[in-house]
Nanobody
Framework: QVQLVESGGGLVQPGGSLRLSCAAS????????MGWYRQAPGKQRDMVAT???????NYADSVKGRFTISRDNTNNTVYLQMNSLKPEETTVYYC??????????WGQGTQVTVSS
């Protein structure tokens, strides 16, 4: 079955960095549209960054220049490098997959806490 397993979240000081990973299985990763989203309690889930199968990327305006999404099709993993983190970016981050000609899937989420 499809699995998206996020890791790399945790506690970091303001201005610090984290790299999130999402290990995918159960579908053809290399042809899938992948993304990272985040959702604060009581708010909608917002797009942070996406990457196509040909590695075209798109970012939310608030993270441009600080976050980088990348993918490793050999290891079926998508990454989100987050630099210069801000306290208001404390929330749960979710991996999202849209395989070719199939429904989409979500990971279970990983908590990122930016605090001194």
């Amino acid at each position: 079955q499809v699995q998206l397993v996020e890791s790399g979240g945790g506690l970091v000081q303001p201005g610090g960095s984290l790299r999130l990973s999402c290990a995918a299985s159960g579908f053809t990763f290399s042809s899938s549209f992948m993304g990272w989203y985040r959702q604060a309690p009581g708010k909608q889930r917002d797009m942070v960054a996406t990457i196509t199968r040909v590695r075209s990327t798109n970012y939310a305006d608030s993270v441009k220049g600080r976050f980088t999404i990348s993918r490793d099709n050999t290891n079926n993993t998508v990454y989100l490098q987050m630099n210069s983190l801000k306290p208001e970016e404390t929330t749960v981050y979710y991996c999202h997959a849209t395989p070719l000609r199939a429904r989409d899937y979500w990971g279970q989420g990983t908590q990122v806490t930016v605090s001194s």
